[in-house]
């Protein structure tokens, strides 16, 4: 034993003194390239926000349109196409499916053909069953012939089925279609077979704002422009149902506060990172941090680590800078936001005055859009700073690679230093081992002499 410990012992203290220095400064490079690593992810996915507002924007954000529909005869559905306007509706006829049943004493009841062909034809498509093939015996029942009817691979398009009305039980065929082309035929041999008409076989009838029209079924599919209409009952006379189509005015409102909101997302996210952890914003971390714990999206969340890691960052102080400068400039249609209560306040975030907005929107509302997503409007120009930092192989992927870069070497470098380390101390604890037997020789010698 050296000093009371063992040369394991010892050659373990001395290699952990010879290494902390430079673990400690790989440790440093790899905290600050991961967090540098973690800012710029944050910083994508803010930027990737932004776009996607503007995206929004720059599609159905001002052109969404609401419904509204004076009685419950018709349900109504309109896209942003569909134009605005008034419309009067008179239902005069619902589309039906044509039925026929035919009475008979049970389920289990027969007495259908035993020869010849029964023949059932909807819309010019026809089955025909051969009775002698079938039901050479006769003992097919109408539950049989039901499933036979509903599983048959040239089913013509029609439904069969049973109904029991307590004495009796109703085969009943159905049409799966609606509309006057959707009558149904049965015969035997070309006879009629004797079943009842339950139910025609009618179009719809309808009148829109003096058109009239018809239609084999009761749902109307962009029967105006981006409009669509379910049918759910008739008229009586002198009666109709007005349809309203307008701007939706609260879908405006929110694709532009969502504007805002992006945009004062990317400014704090852009402070946070590029301010140091004297400034107002590392201050108020705490409270941002709470916030932030009710946030769906936690992977754009800014903790101590990141905070200020990017304040070197010139690119990104610039980006800053461009979307700031823009936002005081006029539209191509001359407008500005503050025409539209979008004011930019002391701490460098928008502000938007809800009254105003409102008004403007409704005194102009294809102003109010177009100074957004004309060619050349906001939306454009916000764009075209995002994109050279989002685009592929742009400055965040660039930045984001040659941080992995570094990342990579540094990691090499510790396991190149693991394994210098190990074989120093494989060198030590030879030495120390040859030293504490020499000890132990000399300590065994000189008990001679006593």
């Given amino acids: ?41 944050i910083l994508e996915k803010s930027l990737n926000s932004m776009t ?38 008179y239902i005069q006829q619902l589309a039906q499916a044509h039925q026929l049943s035919k009475s ?3 389920e289990d009841a027969t007495g259908l053909p035993t020869s010849g062909n029964l023949s059932i034809e909807v819309g010019g498509e026809t089955l025909t069953l ?11 029942t109408i539950t049989q012939l039901r499933d036979y009817i509903n599983d048959h691979p040239d089913n013509p398009g029609v439904q069969a089925s049973l109904m029991r009305t307590g004495g009796n039980v109703e085969f009943m065929l159905t049409s799966k279609e609606s509309g006057a082309n959707s009558q149904i035929t049965i015969q035997h041999d070309g006879n009629d077979i004797g079943m009842t008409e339950r139910r025609a076989a009618q179009d719809a009838l ?14 109307l599919e962009n029967v105006i422009d981006g409009v669509n209409i379910d049918l759910n009952k008739t008229h009586e006379s002198g009666q109709s149902t007005t349809i309203t189509i307008g701007t939706d005015f609260e879908a405006s409102e929110t694709a532009v506060t969502d504007f805002v909101d992006a945009f004062n997302e990317l400014m704090d996210q852009i402070n946070k990172l590029t301010r140091s952890m004297g400034s107002e914003v590392a201050d108020d971390i705490d409270k941002d941090k709470d916030d932030e714990d009710d946030d769906e999206d936690s992977n754009t969340s800014i903790g101590e680590d ?8 010139a690119s990104i102080r610039m980006l800053q800078n461009s979307m700031r400068q823009m936002i005081f400039e006029p539209s191509p249609n001359g407008m500005r936001l503050s025409d539209v209560g979008i004011e930019m306040s002391r701490d460098g975030k928008l502000t938007v005055d809800e009254d105003k907005l409102t008004d403007a929107l409704k005194s102009d509302p294809n102003a109010v859009k177009a100074m957004f997503v004309d060619d050349g409007g906001y939306v454009d120009r916000i764009g075209d700073v995002i994109d050279p930092f989002t685009k592929s ?34 060198i030590y604890l030879t030495q120390f081992t040859a030293m504490e037997a020499n000890i132990m020789k000399m300590n065994s010698a000189s008990g001679l002499f006593y």
């Fill in 130 to 140: 051969d009775m002698g093939a079938i039901n050479a015996d006769g003992s097919m």
């Fill in 306 to 313: 990141q905070l200020g890691v990017l304040k070197g960052d």
């Fill in 206 to 219: 309808i009148n829109l704002n003096g058109v009239d029209i018809q239609s084999s079924s009761n749902y």
């Fill in 393 to 426: 192989n742009g400055y965040l992927d660039l930045k984001q690679d040659n941080l992995d870069s570094q990342v990579s070497r540094v990691e090499d470098n510790m396991d190149r230093h693991d394994y210098h380390m190990q074989q120093r101390y494989q």
């Fill in 1 to 41: 034993m050296i000093s009371g410990i063992s040369a394991a012992q010892f050659a373990e203290q001395l290699i952990m003194a010879e290494r902390m220095g430079k673990d400690q400064l790989y440790k440093t490079q790899m905290n600050r390239y991961e967090a540098q690593l973690s800012a710029y992810e």
């Fill in 52 to 89: 996607s507002k503007l995206e929004r924007i720059d599609g159905d954000g001002f052109d969404e349109k609401t419904v509204s529909v004076s009685d419950d005869n018709a349900s109504v559905t309109v896209s942003p196409d569909a134009p605005e306007g008034q419309y009067d509706l």
């Fill in 104 to 106: 008979f004493a049970s």
